[in-house]
């Protein structure tokens, strides 16, 4: 099945610097690539995501990158402000070819944005 | 939030004893998920639907059990809750197949 490595566990930065999060998949044959925030006793929630026709998104002060051809994707943050501070997982979605198909998560991401 | 709601949002049980937790949502969804979330693993994933009465394992399951007679409830059932299934759960609808997945509030649990 698919496996998800994401990277780093733990990300501290000073307001108004980048963040960037790097995630790794297995499988040639996911084809969806979104990143959750999750902020502290809440819901994962849809910030961005990308198709594997695509090899870039923006939106704002987010984008993501993906590389099919070295099964990466990563997530760019820009001028990060303190209410970036949340938990953030990419995940890859994967059909297998049926009408159904399942999200492999990363293990997540503390980002820390200090004032 | 895509009106996707759980109950209960916390709950507190006995080793042993059987546990449900449901999952409404009012959008209509085709697919719907179970995830636990722990610390240190992410999200991972139980069982999935993608129609009412098709269900299918996650990398997770054992231990748990789901039935999805209607297109808005899903049922996660554990058949004789243990310690191990301490943990955060969180149901998700998504509408057709490479789409968004909207989560619900979460159910904490705990087995003592």
């Known amino acids: 099945g698919e496996n998800v490595e994401q990277h780093p566990s733990t990300l501290s930065v000073q307001e108004g610097d980048s963040a960037v999060i790097k995630c790794t998949y297995s499988d040639s044959a996911s084809n969806y690539f979104p990143w959750y925030k999750q902020e502290l006793g809440k819901r994962p929630q849809l910030i961005i995501d990308i198709r594997s026709n695509v090899g870039e998104k923006k939106d704002q002060r987010i984008a993501v990158t993906l590389n099919k051809t070295a099964k990466h994707f990563s997530l760019h943050i820009t001028e990060t402000q303190p209410e970036d501070s949340a938990v953030y997982f990419c995940a890859a979605f994967n059909a297998g070819g049926t009408s159904y198909g399942k999200l492999t998560f990363g293990q997540g991401t503390i980002l820390t944005v200090h004032p | 939030d895509a009106g996707i709601t759980q109950s209960p949002r916390h709950k507190v049980t006995e080793t042993g004893t059987p546990v449900t937790l449901r999952c409404h949502q009012t959008e209509n969804h085709r697919y719907m998920y179970w995830y636990r979330q722990d610390p240190g693993h992410g999200l991972r994933l139980i069982h999935y639907s993608y129609g009412v009465k098709d269900t299918d394992k996650g990398e997770v399951s054992d231990g748990y059990s789901v039935s999805r007679s209607k297109t808005e409830d899903f049922l996660l059932t554990l058949e004789s809750a243990t310690s191990s299934q301490t943990s955060v759960y969180f149901c998700?609808?998504?509408?057709?197949?490479?789409?968004?997945?909207?989560f619900g509030p979460g159910t904490r649990l705990t087995v003592t």
């Open positions: 998700a609808s998504q509408p057709w197949l490479v789409s968004e997945q909207y």
